[in-house]
């Protein structure tokens, strides 16, 4: 009723390509009996006038499978706009904070070609700046947006100085393509547009507008390696009591060295931290771990069995410089009762 019942005076004249999500669960569930049709399977494209659209279902095939499907059916494709759609986002900061096939993905849609990665997963919207890669004169750019507003509660973006617009409304997106003109809307439920892209290409070049607001897909990398760093603290405690926050550091993807200013934040009232300040400098291929020595001053709440955020909240501030960019970032602490 969630599903059929909103799409019905739609779906008679409308057609509808669904993507397989994590609520989907096996290969052999509704999804497969309601959605696909005969002799179709989980993976699936089409053409229609100037784009080329992709889906793929994350559930039912290996990551480098996947990708290795997705960059084949964009080969030669000669479509003026590629699209793909996974469930599950690539590049997300809010919500499920996902990364699905980190570090390699991002990568390999930008080398296939591909204009629009659109996803859902965190109940959300984010539309990034593009994405940047290859060698002069044969820059691929990429623009990922996450539209999670179906439906679920929502969750709240941490926007930050990748995206253009973030934000936590109900909404749909509606992209209207002529020729080499694109424009998209994010519309929401009282009809309202609250975000609007405009872009062209001219002999498949992007215009130089659009390209201006890029970031490279090196940076992005850095900035989400540093976000699934583990922040964990160990033991809970209870008020008065010590304990450790670890963070072990690895950035697969940095070509040069990284200096990192770290810092726990945290409520006044929360916690006591003799030296909640370091330094580090990590290379490529090196691994490190940081250590905070802490004492709570309530009783530490979380669950028994899951690592998930501690409370009162409890952050790492990573300030990061190379010798091509700075940025920060905040992981929130994590921890799991006795």
């Known amino acids: 009723e969630q599903f059929f019942d909103p799409i019905r005076g739609l779906a008679e004249t409308v057609p509808i390509y669904a993507a397989k999500g994590n609520h989907d669960k096996s290969s052999q569930g509704y999804f497969e009996k309601l959605m696909m049709a005969p002799g179709e399977n989980n993976h699936f494209g089409f053409n229609y006038g100037p784009p080329r659209y992709w889906s793929g279902d994350q559930y039912v095939a290996r990551t480098d499978e996947l990708l290795g499907l997705m960059a084949g059916y964009f080969e030669g494709s000669g479509a003026r706009w590629n699209f793909v759609t996974f469930h599950t986002p690539c590049l997300n900061f809010g919500g499920h904070d996902s990364m699905w096939g980190y570090p390699n993905s ?23 700046r ?41 909404h749909f997106c509606l992209f209207e393509i002529k020729g080499d003109l694109l424009t998209m809307q994010q519309i929401n439920i009282d009809g309202k547009v609250i975000d609007s892209l405009t872009v062209s290409k001219s002999q498949g070049q992007l215009d130089p507008q659009y390209v ?13 390696g540093l976000q699934r ?58 691994k490190v771990q940081v250590k905070f020595l802490a004492k709570a001053k309530r009783d530490m709440k979380q669950s ?21 960019w700075d940025g920060s970032i905040r992981v929130r602490v994590k921890g799991k009762g006795k």
């Open 106 to 128: 991002l990568g390999k849609i930008l080398g296939a070609g591909v204009d629009f990665l659109i996803v859902g997963h965190s109940h959300m919207y984010e539309r990034f």
């Open 130 to 170: 593009p994405l940047a890669s290859g060698d002069e004169g044969s820059m691929k750019y990429l623009t990922s947006i996450t539209s999670g507003g179906g439906g679920a509660p929502m969750y709240e973006p941490h926007a930050g100085e990748f995206h253009i617009a973030a934000n936590q409304e109900f």
């Open 212 to 224: 201006a607001e890029t970031v490279p897909l090196e940076h992005i990398l850095l900035h989400q």
């Open 229 to 286: 760093c583990p922040v964990v603290a160990k033991p809970l405690a209870a008020e008065g009591e010590p304990f450790w926050v670890f963070c072990d550091i690895s950035l697969p993807t940095a070509k040069s060295e990284v200096r990192l200013d770290l810092e726990l934040i945290f409520g006044s009232e929360d916690y006591q931290i003799s030296e909640p300040k370091q330094s580090v400098v990590i290379g490529p291929n090196e």
């Open 304 to 324: 028994k069995a899951w690592l998930v955020p501690i409370a009162p909240a409890l952050w790492l501030n990573f300030e990061y410089e190379t010798d091509k």
